[in-house]
């Protein structure tokens, strides 16, 4: 497999174009492009090779294009040839700027097809019909960057990064739910929810995005994305449960909690956040939204679009903002709303200790210290 060639074969896409004339008939300094137009690859509906056995040799094949046109192409082409025909003119068929056949026009053609002969190959032919089919495009495919890895290697990186992910996101939510009974509970609801919506942006769901491919640098954006909602939910749980055994009621403590434990999510996911950005801005395409932002600050290094590391910036940054929806937003409102159900207003549902344990301990440390 030669990266190389199917790049270049990709972005050959065969601008077509039907001119009257020859080269013969071309003047010192004119070119093609001096040759009035008839028909563009615009004006082709599908190309395909055939092929047919040759006048006087039954035998051997000829291979040609054969091209169906569009309405547009068919009266055009009909109009050139019953121009040419009555002067037994030319037709030259140029693939960008090169000729690659001469025809003299006999008769009008208005069924809406033509054919494209040049001494081809069926490999040759084949290929030119396909550019040609990818040539209707105005435009031209320009390669900004491209790598690549072992097919093996690939999948087996991948599969061993996704079950491992899925190792870890299990062993999380048994730590979590062990560790803070209802808000870890609440903590991987939240968890799952912003894995998903991370998929979502991925495949393009949401109508903001663009779907690409997530490549392993992506899955290590999304693992770390849930690290940072885990470290959110650990901040969260740990002060909720100060609270409650500093005596305060599960409402108050709960609200106590999330304002507390507030900054220091935000500060750790604005950080990831602008990390993120910066990913993205230098390894990026150029002309997406963080390169167009962080042009002044990176123009001196030139353009640099590695996908990979564009992928993780992507993946990390759309994660840890699902993470300040589910992980702040949504778990507090989960939490609040639980909260007001009796079944759910023991303090040992927290991690917290129960009013009379408090008071136990409390009452032990004051015979402690009387007795001193």
């Known amino acids: 497999f030669d990266p190389e060639a199917a790049v270049k074969e990709l ?14 008939s071309l003047s010192n300094g004119q070119t093609y492009e001096d040759l009035p137009l008839i028909i563009s690859g615009s004006d082709v509906e599908k190309a395909s090779a055939v092929y047919q056995l040759k006048s006087g040799n039954s035998k051997e094949y ?8 569009k309405d547009s192409g068919k009266e055009k082409f009909a109009e050139a040839t ?13 693939m960008d700027d090169k000729c690659i056949s001469t025809a003299t026009v006999k008769e009008e053609i208005s069924g809406g097809e033509a054919t494209i002969s040049g001494n081809f190959t069926a490999d040759e032919a084949k290929a030119l019909a396909d550019q040609i089919n990818g040539g209707a495009l105005p435009f031209k495919l320009e390669t900004s960057s491209f790598s690549t890895i072992s097919p093996t290697l690939g999948t087996g990186a991948r599969d061993a990064m996704a079950i491992a992910g899925v190792i870890a996101f299990v062993l999380i939510m048994i730590f979590m739910i062990a560790l803070y009974r209802l808000p870890g509970v609440v903590a991987v609801i939240g968890l799952i929810g912003q894995v998903a919506g991370t998929f979502c942006a991925i495949t393009g769901f949401f109508p903001f995005s663009n779907s690409f491919t997530l490549t392993i640098p992506g899955i290590a954006g999304i ?3 849930v690290g940072m909602g885990v470290d959110a939910n650990v901040i969260t749980g740990e002060r909720i449960k100060e609270e409650i055994n500093s005596g305060k009621t599960i409402d108050t403590a709960i609200a106590t909690g999330y304002k507390r434990a507030f900054s220091a999510v935000f500060d750790g996911n604005i950080t990831m956040i602008i990390v993120a950005i910066i990913l993205m801005g230098a390894f990026g395409t150029p002309d997406s939204l963080a390169s167009t932002i962080l042009k002044p600050v990176f123009f001196m290094f030139g ?5 990979t590391i564009y992928s993780f910036g992507y993946t990390l940054m759309v994660g840890v903002i699902l993470n300040f929806l589910f992980g702040i937003l949504a778990t507090r409102l989960m939490t609040m709303s639980l909260s007001r159900f009796k079944i759910f207003r023991n303090p040992a549902l927290y991690g917290g200790k129960s009013a009379k344990k408090r008071a136990a301990e409390k009452a032990a440390a004051t015979e402690g210290g009387a007795s001193k």
């Open 11 to 24: 972005g050959a896409t065969a601008l077509l174009t039907f001119r009257e004339g020859s080269e013969k």
């Open 82 to 94: 019953k121009k040419l025909a009555s002067s037994k003119g030319y037709i030259s068929t140029y």
């Open 223 to 225: 693992i770390l994305a």
């Open 303 to 307: 353009a640099s679009t590695e996908g």
């Open 62 to 69: 000829e291979y040609m294009v054969s091209l169906k046109l």
